[in-house]
């Protein structure tokens, strides 16, 4: 069993930066992917950015060349390294993994609001 517990959301001025953590309790190597999902006001949610086990990263268009994705599996931690953020960076984040068995995992969501 593999839980997902999400932290470093705030409020931040546009333009400003952030770093949201995912600390995964149990067994980190039996995950296989992870990302990052974002739920803003009245729209669905969405992949903001994803991470394998060997380290390959994919982005939403929106946020390519801001957003950073990483993982050390020595901390059991994923993190989402978040620059030049604008108001559309604002919603709920959300941590989620997928482990070989094909079992998604969801952490509780993190607020991260850009004001203007």
């Known amino acids: 069993q593999v839980q997902l517990v999400e932290s470093g959301g705030g409020l931040v001025q546009a333009g400003g930066s952030l770093r949201l953590s995912c600390a995964v309790l149990?067994?980190?190597?039996?995950?296989?992917?992870m990302g990052w999902f974002r739920q803003a006001p009245g729209k669905q949610r969405e992949l903001v950015a994803v991470i394998t086990t060997g380290g390959s990263t994919g982005f939403a268009d929106s946020v390519k060349g801001r957003f950073t994705i990483s993982r050390d599996n020595t901390k059991s931690t994923m993190y989402l390294d978040m620059n030049s953020l604008n108001a559309e960076g604002t919603g709920v984040y959300y941590c989620t993994a997928r482990n070989l068995g094909g079992n998604a995992y969801w952490g509780q969501g993190t607020q991260v609001t850009v004001s203007s």
């Open positions: 149990g067994n980190i190597f039996s995950i296989n992917t």
